[in-house]
């Protein structure tokens, strides 16, 4: 079992940057591959990132590669999505997931665990 806790949201200019965190409990976070996806009103929640177990493997969307960067820090049992560049389309609510396993994935549906996200507004 793992409880996942999003902060770090917030109301930024476009060109700004925010960083995400998302704060893990449980014996088995460091055996979980972690993801983001974010979700606005009325479209299905979308893949951000995703990163293994280990920290050495990551997967971006297309619309967020080269601006944002995921990280994990197992020892403090800590996922971060650090945003920059932000753009108004990356308004939405962000959510921190967890899934059970190393494979990195970016269905939602292979996540077993999700915070209860985090709102980013950017203004235009």
């Known amino acids: 079992q793992v409880q996942l806790v999003e902060s770090g949201g917030g109301l930024v200019q476009a060109g700004g940057s925010l960083r995400l965190s998302c704060a893990a409990s449980?014996?088995?976070?460091?055996?979980?591959?972690m993801g983001w996806f974010r979700q606005v009103p009325g479209k299905e929640r979308q893949f951000v990132a995703a990163i293994s177990w280990t920290g050495g493997t990551t997967v971006y969307a297309e619309s967020v590669k080269g601006r944002f960067t995921i990280s994990r820090d197992n020892a403090k049992n800590t996922v971060s999505l650090q945003m920059n560049a932000l753009k108004p389309e990356d308004t939405a609510v962000y959510y921190c997931?967890?899934?059970?396993?190393?494979?990195?994935?970016?269905?939602?549906?292979?996540?077993?665990?999700w915070g209860q996200g985090t709102q980013v507004t950017v203004s235009s």
């Open positions: 997931a967890a899934r059970s396993g190393s494979v990195v994935l970016t269905n939602r549906g292979a996540y077993d665990y």
């Open positions: 449980g014996r088995t976070f460091s055996s979980c591959a």
